[in-house]
């Protein structure tokens, strides 16, 4: 019996860390329409293509950006811009196909930068990822095609650092913004997905589960976070349950994705 007192307790404990917790945005894409771009606050680059892709599934849909050489690629700008806090973009990248140049994967900057290729920054280029420390391109892992990837920003708006991880291992660690010099810390309002406003090259990349929310941690669950009684039944699942769903290249699951989150694609 106390066993259960203790849990119900560090369970209430992790449900009021999650309402505490601010979610900026989130979009996995799962209703919009196919074959058409995203909906929303979404802007669309003039060049290249973009629509919703059923895949990996129907019910499990993300974008696909197709740059021919002039450029592909989508924004999205805040009404009002993050400062001082510190905040983690999440989301999951999947390249098709495309050339050995280097190509942007996702920016995050304001838009009192001088261009679009400031901030936070990181590209492929040559089969690996690479991502840019206070104007210094550094390569990080290698890459494969056809393979699903999950990369995360941990971004420190006091002070214009952020961290890098791909696939939960920590990358790099307090780098700094690029092209932030002389801005003070105007936080960050601007999001460009691939190649936004530039060409040059030529690839099919797919975007899927992008969120920013506060914190370093992710959020048990993005929209019923004040419900109890749904996150203890997902608990339960997962204390019983030690199967994966997967994307394809042999991807396993993370906690949103096994349902942990009830507005998940994989919720049970």
Not at 124 to 151: C, M, P, R, V
């Amino acid at each position: 019996m106390k066993s259960y007192i203790i849990f119900f307790l560090l369970l209430f404990s992790i449900s009021a860390t999650g309402l505490c917790q601010n979610v900026f945005f989130f979009y996995d894409f799962n209703k919009d329409d196919i074959n058409k771009p995203p909906s929303g606050p979404w802007k669309m680059a003039p060049a290249g293509k973009i629509e919703v892709e059923k895949f990996p599934s129907m019910s499990n849909r993300s974008v696909k950006i197709t740059d021919s050489g002039s450029g592909g690629g989508m924004s999205l700008v805040l009404d009002e811009p993050i400062v001082g806090k510190t905040v983690s973009l999440e989301f999951k990248w999947y390249r098709e196909e495309g050339d050995a140049t280097g190509v942007e994967v996702f920016y995050v900057l304001h838009t009192s930068c001088p261009d679009d290729w400031a901030g936070v920054c990181v590209k492929t280029e040559g089969g690996s990822f690479h991502y840019n420390d206070t104007g210094t391109w550094i390569q990080a892992d290698a890459f494969q095609d056809k393979t699903w990837y999950d990369l995360k920003y941990i971004m420190y708006l006091d002070n214009n650092k952020y961290d890098f991880h791909l696939n939960g291992k920590e990358i790099a660690k307090n780098v700094g913004f690029r092209k932030y010099e002389g801005l003070g810390k105007p936080g960050i309002n601007k999001f460009n997905v691939a190649n936004y406003g530039n060409g040059g090259s030529t690839f099919i990349m797919f975007f899927d589960d992008i969120i920013l929310y506060e914190g370093k941690v992710r959020p048990l669950a993005v929209e019923s976070r004040n419900k109890l009684a749904t996150m203890w039944g997902n608990v339960k699942i997962s204390m019983v349950e030690d199967r994966y769903f997967k994307y394809p290249g042999d991807h396993k699951g993370t906690r949103f994705e096994k349902g942990i989150d009830s507005k998940s694609k994989f919720a049970f």
